[in-house]
């Protein structure tokens, strides 16, 4: 049966997701999804809907929706793409937009489904090596067909500093994806540079800010060519029904405002995170993110992760050269990170007394 299967398939490592346990006593602090509850609106518009339309398909290009984005952001309806959550809309930016002999760039360490996307497409990658404090650092002279942007960046939580992304920008040659999945927990966008250029586009979603990653919504701004062609690779109907009525009512004026005091919960619930860990010795990152990149002080990273485990508490761990130092923890309800704390306290105390 092998035979059958592409031979970069066979040989392709796949994305491996954080942990979504059955087990609802655990706290999950690992997939980076919103502490709060999405708005009531959109409780309240699903259970209002007429389960009768379903018998249709749905607008194949999301149009209620995709206009209200462009209003959002103050562009034009056909410079908005609608995707089955942001990452099929990355996947949709490997297939228009990178020959078979082309290749696609990122940075090292970043979101890892970036490297998966190039295999899938059987392409070359071209990974870029951040600086040792995971800071910017592009050679001189460096190409590919595609570059994803990570900006804040995943695991880490930095932000790029916006005039070296536009320069970065202005002087590549290919095409840059700014990946803005964490943004709305930062202090600035890039939603003018898409505007600005024409190889660039802005890729978000709302999962995180929205807290509707069990949706699946995300959308890509940018030059209409670039969504024209995006809009001719996507699937049919490649976002249902409900994503389209339900991420209607998120981006409404009241979804917006109860969207807006989330995020302010969760960026003052971050930086006493932050505080925390710092005071317990660890060495913090700065985060414009949900979550927090942090290197443990007391044991290493994977074994804090394992021994937090143990208790029903779950971060992240990355096992690697660059990554395998820390642990990334997303930001949860300010009792969630008490617990938290008080594992840590624990499980330090017992460390103590081996």
């Not at 518009?45 to 007429?50: A, E, G, I, K, T």
């Not at 339900?246 to 405002?257: E, F, K, V």
């Amino acid at each position: 049966m092998s035979n059958l299967i592409r031979k970069s398939v066979q040989a392709l490592t796949a994305y491996t997701p954080g942990e979504q346990p059955d087990d609802p006593g655990v706290i999950k602090l690992n997939t980076n999804e919103n502490a709060y509850p999405p708005p009531p609106v959109v409780g309240e518009r699903l259970r209002s809907m007429d389960s009768a339309s379903l018998k249709l398909y749905p607008n194949p290009v999301s149009g209620s929706l995709r206009n209200r984005i462009a209003e959002i952001h103050g562009c034009a309806s056909d410079e908005v793409l609608l995707g089955n959550g942001s990452d099929e809309v990355l996947a949709l930016c490997t297939r228009a937009f990178v020959e078979n002999d082309g290749s696609i760039g990122y940075f090292d360490p970043s979101y890892s489904l970036y490297p998966v996307m190039a295999d899938i497409r059987d392409v070359e990658k071209r990974p870029v090596l951040l600086g040792e404090e995971f800071e910017w650092r592009m050679p001189e002279g460096y190409s590919c067909s595609l570059f994803f942007l990570a900006n804040p960046n995943a695991p880490t939580g930095i932000l790029y500093p916006k005039e070296i992304v536009s320069d970065f920008c202005r002087s590549f040659d290919g095409i840059v994806v700014i990946d803005e999945a964490y943004v709305e927990f930062s202090s600035r966008h890039c939603i003018e540079l898409a505007m600005e250029f024409d190889n660039v586009l802005v890729v978000r979603t709302l999962s995180k800010s929205c807290s509707l990653a069990g949706l699946r919504l995300g959308y890509a701004l940018g030059n209409g060519e670039l969504v024209c062609a995006l809009h001719k690779v996507k699937d049919s109907y490649n976002l249902g029904a409900i994503p389209q009525l339900l991420g209607l009512a998120a981006l409404s004026d009241d979804g917006l405002a109860h969207v807006r005091e989330n995020v302010r919960r969760i960026k003052d619930s971050r930086e006493r995170l932050k505080e925390r860990l710092a005071a317990l010795g660890h060495k913090v990152y700065p985060s414009e993110t949900n979550f927090v990149w942090t290197e443990p002080s007391a044991m290493e990273a994977g074994e804090l992760f394992q021994r937090l485990k143990d208790q029903g508490i779950l971060v992240r761990y990355f096992p690697g050269e660059r990554t395998g130092t820390c642990i990334r923890i997303t930001v949860g309800t300010d009792e969630e990170i008490d617990k938290l704390f008080e594992a840590m306290s624990e499980i330090e105390a017992k460390g103590n007394e081996v």
